[in-house]
């Protein structure tokens, strides 16, 4: 299976809501045009970042379609699955190959806990439905479990499960993700922000980085200046990105994203409740780190 699309920067784009909650769909094709603009190499559609939680399967699905639309081959689409049971992320996968999503980036179930064994079985089944390359999702700090480093050794060797992303923010545990999987056509991606720099050094090819949303030529300057060997600038731009992105713990998640953009000039609508935009105060401080950054829209 080519592998190659794998890489970069990969933002979780944000899903832009109207008073109904529903995907306003021109703001939404506006993003998927800033974020491109802003070099960036592939897009997650259904993310947390894009508060896959607070759509109807309905919303979900029209807001995949639209930027796969959107996006018209400039770079790959990954489909983000989160939901609970093996039947329904099956039926996902299905559906995203229906699409013509590029790959599909799937979520360990939330709220239940399983064991490894039954992770292991449920990530190869919705890997057996599908030929669509499948990038696993690592973020225990949110859920009741997580994927641990011989439960990822062993979901590696099924055919079309060719990388993870790696949320966890346990740089020995990502590590271990790469050592045990090096001789393999295995991805390891970094879902931290103000880890890309670290992930990359140690064998790491990109990251699905929601700060790319807003700043995306900053966050592509870190990957861009690590592969051409200019550690010194990438560390630079590491360190410039890190305050910004340090700032999404002043409300509850995912709502900081959001207010960013809006910030920007986005008409990205209010999070889906019961999440509320930031207070003043910390909207004052949002417009300092983007003022800081000279951060624009891009379209």
């Known amino acids: 299976m080519d592998t190659s699309l794998i890489k970069g920067v990969i933002p979780p784009i944000v899903t832009p809501t109207d008073a109904q909650e529903c995907v306003n769909e021109p703001v939404q094709r506006e993003i998927v045009d800033h974020i491109i603009k802003g070099g960036i190499h592939g897009i997650l ?30 770079v790959p689409v990954y489909f983000g699955i989160a939901d609970i049971t093996t039947r329904e992320c099956v039926r996902w996968a299905k559906k995203a190959e229906a699409m013509k999503a590029d790959a599909i980036s799937v979520l360990h179930p939330m709220f239940i806990g399983p064991n490894d064994e039954e992770m292991y079985q449920h990530f190869k089944t919705i890997a057996d439905a599908t030929s669509l390359p499948v990038l696993l999702y690592n973020n225990p700090d949110r859920m009741r479990c997580g994927i641990s480093a011989p439960l990822l050794e062993r979901l590696s060797d099924v055919p079309n499960i060719v990388g993870v992303k790696e949320s966890s923010g346990d740089m020995t545990l990502t590590a271990e993700f790469i050592r045990r999987t090096r001789g393999k056509d295995f991805k390891v991606i970094a879902g931290r922000d103000i880890l890309i720099l670290s992930t990359l050094v140690y064998g790491g090819v990109g990251t699905v980085a929601s700060s790319a949303n807003i700043v995306p030529e900053l966050v592509v300057e870190i990957y861009n200046k690590y592969l051409a060997g200019d550690l010194v600038g990438a560390l630079d731009a590491q360190y410039r990105l890190t305050p910004m992105r340090m700032a999404y713990g002043l409300s509850s998640f995912p709502v900081v994203t959001k207010d960013y953009m809006r910030l920007l000039g986005f008409n990205v609508g209010e999070p889906i409740k019961p999440n509320t935009s930031s207070k003043p105060e910390v909207l004052a401080i949002l417009q300092k780190h983007l003022d800081d950054l000279g951060a624009k829209k891009l379209v």
């Open 45 to 74: 559609a259904l993310g947390s970042n894009g508060e896959f939680f607070g759509l109807t399967p309905e919303e979900q699905e029209r807001a995949a379609t639209i930027i796969i639309d959107q996006v018209a081959g400039r």
